[in-house]
């Protein structure tokens, strides 16, 4: 998966002068017209959507599996949210620049999130890798686009509306890549997106009562901390701190497996622990060898992750009062590789985590990966992070139009930073201009994207009243 700018004929680019990739990006045009991309009409040899699902499912814990469709049947917005593998496989058949960048893969708008930095600063970046891969990178922008128009017909807003905030969206992506296209690499790399960037640049385009509701924001993400989820997933038994059952979402292993197989499970865990932190710099691996795992459990995860092997993995440190939390997370092929090609590293997980350290302005210092002979009889991936630091993820379902289309150019300005790192931002900056075309163009895709996202919605619903497919609400 290592990640090198190229141009159509995949030659490196990175060390050509500016005018002759922004003379790439224009040549781009022609092979693929910016108002193309407007373009989506699957034609009758369209993958059934439900089976790629399934297929998705088979390698997944089946008594989790109707968690996932249960989730995905609730709304049109919740199956987009599982839907990344059908829309990865419906871009394939729209047109490209053949400019490559870092992809999220999975860019719907609440992917974009606050957390914090190593160095205890608040940032809104993107917040989800599953499925990064190295691809076309109109493909993120349109699935940002979409999600935003399947948020706001779920909110009621108009065609005017959402249109307005799909423009916003693609205008700020298309400005924030011109900018980054007149900056030189240091500065790329550097930039990010503290809170008081935010404030500062689009505070402004916020009402009095938007501004106070992303102060509200600020403020809960950083009561959102190792001590709060602490607090909140853990019990004491017989003076020993555990986590606390919440089946069929968290379960603990003794209520998860008999007591020979637990114990099996337990020492994987235990080793995936240990041995992740080899992945780790030197320094964070000496801080995380001060903790010892004191409890695990099996988690349930998002929408479109529920059924893959997710663990917590409770640790202490000093005392029984200094706790850390980590997740391990299965980390399978990304949704993009059938489309743009296998990835190059070594395990899926070092996939995820490369990809992470890539596009975010700054990463979790426990993040790391490591591979599983025996989980489940078969070797497995994993990539392991904090649970919850300073987390905090937008309610799509409380925004108002005028808020929607400032979190919307804010996701747009993100994805941009992020692609500007490790794609050819001249080229793609040159390619999209200093007009609205693609702006216009992707408006009219996600409209058509959402149209598709309900009919797919609507064959699922289907699918589960005929007991074709198995659903559970939790």
Partial sequence: MTMTPNNLDGHDVRHRSPQERAALGKAARAAAPRSGHAE????????????IIEKQSASRLHDLVPIRYGRMSESPFRFYRGAAAIMASDLAGTPTTGLRTQLCGDAHMLNFRLLASPERRLMFDINDFDETLPGPWEWDVKRLAASLVIAGRANGFSTKQRAAIVRATVKSYRDSMRTFAGLGNLAVWYAQFDVARVRDRFGPDLSARGRERWSQAVTKARSHDTLQVFDKLTHEVDGRRRI?????????????????????????????????????PSDRRYLLEQYRVADMARKVVGVGSVGTRCWIVLLLGKDDEDPLFLQAKEADESVLAPHVGASTYRTQ???????????????????????????????????????????WVATAEDMVPRGMRTFGALCGATLARAHARSGDRIAIAAYLGAGDSFDRALTTFAEQYADQNERDHQSLVTAIAKGRLPSEAA
Wanted: charged letters at 35%; aromatic letters at 8%.
């Fill in 40 to 51: 989506f009409a699957p034609g009758p040899d369209r993958p059934d959507p439900l089976k």
């Fill in 244 to 280: 606390t059952p919440d089946p069929p979402l968290i379960t603990p292993l003794e209520d998860l497996l008999p007591n020979g197989r637990r114990g099996d499970l337990e020492k994987e865990i235990r080793r995936l622990i240990e041995r992740y932190g080899q992945t780790l």
């Fill in 349 to 391: 997980g070092e996939r995820v985590v490369a990809g992470q350290r890539l596009m975010q302005a700054t990463s979790d210092i426990f993040l790391g990966w490591e591979r599983v002979e025996g989980i489940d009889g078969r070797r497995r991936d994993f990539y392991v992070r904090q649970l919850r630091d300073w987390k």
